[in-house]
C-alpha cells in the first residue's frame, strides 16, 4: 500500500522505514529538509510540503500524522482536512489526547474523510521488533489499512487474532488514544517501581547501616539475572540491564524526569471518574519531584526513557 508520513521524528523515521522494509510506499515530509532526504535516500517518496504529499498519493490516501500533541497536530489535521477527498483517512498516530480526537473526527467526517487514533508504543525499539497498535476509528477503516497494521505490528501470531501479532481495533473515535493513555500511565507506574527496587538495593552498601548488614551488590548482575526466569522479567528490564551494564553510577543522568502529558490524563481521568488509581498517581508525582530533587531511581527512570524512546535529558544535576 501506499501512506504518507507526515512528521519525521524518531517514531516517524522508524514507522516509514518499517514500513517500507515490508514492501509499502511512502511520501514523507517534514520541515527539516534534512530528514526528508535522508528517508528519500531510503527510497521514500518526497514531499515538498503537506499539499505535495497529498497530490503524490493515490486514492482512496492514506496519511499518517506523528508529531508531538497539541498545535503541531491540530494544524496539519486540519490542513489535511482541507486537502483531502471522501474516503480518506488522516492517522493520528501520536500521544494526543483522546477528546481531541472526538472533535477532529466529528470536522473530518462532515468532509466524509475518515479519522483514525492510533496508540502507538514501542519507541526507537519497534523499527526492528515492532509496534504494538491501539487503534480507535471506523471499522472499515480500519479494515482497509490492515496490512499496513499488520506491518508495523511485531506480527508472529495467529492471522485470524491481530491482537496476538500485535495490533488491535479497540473501539471508536478516541479509543485508541485512550488506551494508550492509561497504557503509558501504567508505563509511569511500572517504571517508578523498577526504579525504587533498584534505589533500595543500591543504597545496601549505606555506610550508615551495621557492617553486618551491609551487601556489596552488582545491581548490573541482578538486572540481568532477573531477565531469566523472574516473574519481573520484561522489556522494561531489558533497558535498564542495558543502562546498568553500561555504568552502574548512571553518571550519564541527572535524574530529571519529565513527563510527556498522557500520565497527567491518566490520573485526571481517574479522578474524573471517582477511580482510585494510587500507584499511578504516585508515579506522577514522583516525576514531579524529581525537578527539585534527584535521586539514583530518577536517574534509572532517565535511563529507561532514552532506551526505549529516546528521550533526551540535560545533564548536570546529581
Not at 521488533?129 to 471506523?138: A, E, V
Request: aromatic content about 6%; glycine content about 14%.
Amino acid at each position: 500500500m501506499q501512506i504518507g508520513m507526515i512528521g519525521l521524528g524518531r517514531m516517524g523515521a522508524y514507522i516509514a522505514r518499517r514500513l517500507m522494509q515490508h514492501g509499502h510506499g511512502v511520501v514523507a515530509f517534514d520541515r527539516s529538509g534534512p530528514a526528508v532526504a535522508e528517508l528519500a535516500a531510503a527510497g521514500a517518496g518526497a514531499g515538498q510540503s503537506i499539499e505535495d504529499v497529498v497530490k503524490k498519493l493515490k486514492a482512496p490516501r492514506a496519511v499518517w500524522v506523528m508529531l508531538p500533541a497539541g498545535e503541531a497536530t491540530e494544524t496539519t489535521i486540519g490542513q489535511l482536512g482541507d486537502l483531502l477527498g471522501p474516503g480518506d483517512t488522516v492517522i493520528d498516530g501520536g500521544n494526543t489526547f483522546w477528546r481531541d480526537d472526538l472533535r477532529r473526527a466529528a470536522s473530518l467526517k462532515r468532509r466524509s474523510v475518515h479519522h483514525l487514533d492510533v496508540g502507538t508504543s514501542g519507541g526507537v525499539l519497534g523499527r526492528e521488533s515492532g509496534y504494538c497498535l491501539m487503534i480507535g476509528g471506523d471499522k472499515d477503516a480500519v479494515q482497509k489499512l490492515a496490512p499496513v497494521f499488520a506491518a508495523l505490528a511485531p506480527g508472529g501470531g495467529d492471522e485470524a487474532s491481530p491482537a496476538t501479532q500485535g495490533w488491535l481495533h479497540v473501539g471508536g473515535n478516541g479509543a485508541g488514544h485512550f488506551v494508550k493513555m492509561v497504557h503509558n500511565g501504567i508505563e509511569y507506574a511500572l517504571m517508578q517501581a523498577y526504579a525504587e527496587g533498584f534505589q533500595i538495593l543500591k543504597e545496601t552498601d549505606a555506610a550508615a547501616l551495621p557492617a553486618g548488614e551491609r551487601f556489596n551488590l552488582d545491581i548490573a548482575g541482578i538486572a540481568e539475572v532477573w531477565r531469566h526466569g523472574s516473574i519481573v522479567s520484561s522489556r522494561l528490564l531489558d533497558v535498564i540491564a542495558a543502562a546498568l551494564g553500561k555504568d552502574q553510577a548512571l553518571r550519564d543522568f541527572s535524574g530529571v524526569v519529565e513527563d510527556t502529558g498522557e500520565g497527567r490524563w491518566t490520573v485526571q481521568t481517574a479522578i474524573e471518574r471517582a477511580i482510585p488509581a494510587m500507584a499511578l498517581t504516585t508515579a506522577l508525582n514522583a516525576r514531579f519531584r524529581s525537578r527539585r530533587e534527584g535521586n539514583f531511581a530518577d536517574k534509572l527512570i532517565s535511563a529507561m526513557r532514552r532506551g526505549f524512546g529516546g528521550h533526551a535529558e540535560a545533564k548536570g544535576k546529581t
